[in-house]
């Protein structure tokens, strides 16, 4: 299988392009205000617009309200929502049923322990993410460049895709896949040159150094 790759925390017309062009699977838009790379729903409308098969786009959310999934449903058609808080399994459910987009749930790890929380959600989400976990220090969870211990997870029998998430960047994306198995990549941090700017030279080398280009 080829591995797929999201650029995540796209926030401009140029880098959505050059992550279509350079083979991207799929780019996630942060609606959270907190983070570096936010959009608002205007820029979502707009952004997701140019957003087109075999290309996905992922609108990333933290605890969401219903109202606001209303506007989101209302502004945009986004193929996947990614849930980056504190969501319980039960609340990921509501928010499978009010919305009916297919829905990524994001999990933090940091030791072994972390780990069955991943089968809390395997039967409500199609894809699960996993990320370092965030220290308690009211910093967003996700786009802080920093990697888990990616050796818990080794031999871990996921019952759904997953995707690895979390400091990847070039010099150890290869590493990353051979220690873990993920065959669903996500960067954001990694292919910056500053947040919410993504590099075309970045993302053109994590993508091809994934799919062997670049060795």
């Not at 993920?182 to 919410?196: F, I, N, Q, R, W």
Request: overall charge positive.
């Amino acid at each position: 299988m080829k591995h797929l790759i999201k650029i995540c925390g796209i926030t401009s017309e140029k880098d959505l392009k050059a992550a279509r062009k350079l083979g991207a699977n799929f780019v996630g838009f942060v609606l959270v205000e907190k983070s570096k790379r936010f959009i608002d729903l205007k820029k979502l409308e707009s952004l997701s617009m140019m957003v087109s098969k075999p290309l996905k786009s992922v609108a990333l959310l933290v605890d969401p309200s219903d109202d606001f999934l209303e506007k989101l449903l209302l502004c945009s058609k986004v193929d996947y929502i990614q849930l980056h808080g504190e969501e319980s399994p039960e609340r990921v459910d509501e928010i499978a049923k009010i919305t009916n987009i297919p829905l990524i749930k994001a999990i933090g790890v940091e030791k072994k322990s972390d780990l069955p929380n991943i089968r809390k959600y395997e039967s409500s989400v199609d894809y699960i993410l996993l990320d370092s976990k965030v220290k308690e220090t009211g910093h967003l969870k996700g786009g802080r460049g920093i990697s888990f211990n990616w050796n818990i997870i080794k031999g871990f029998n996921f019952k759904k895709p997953w995707f690895l998430a979390g400091g990847l960047n070039t010099n150890n994306v290869i590493d990353a896949v051979n220690i873990t198995g993920a065959k669903m990549l996500d960067v954001s941090t990694g292919v910056e040159t500053k947040p919410g700017e993504k590099s075309f030279d970045k993302m053109r080398e994590f993508i091809g150094r994934v799919n062997g280009e670049f060795i």
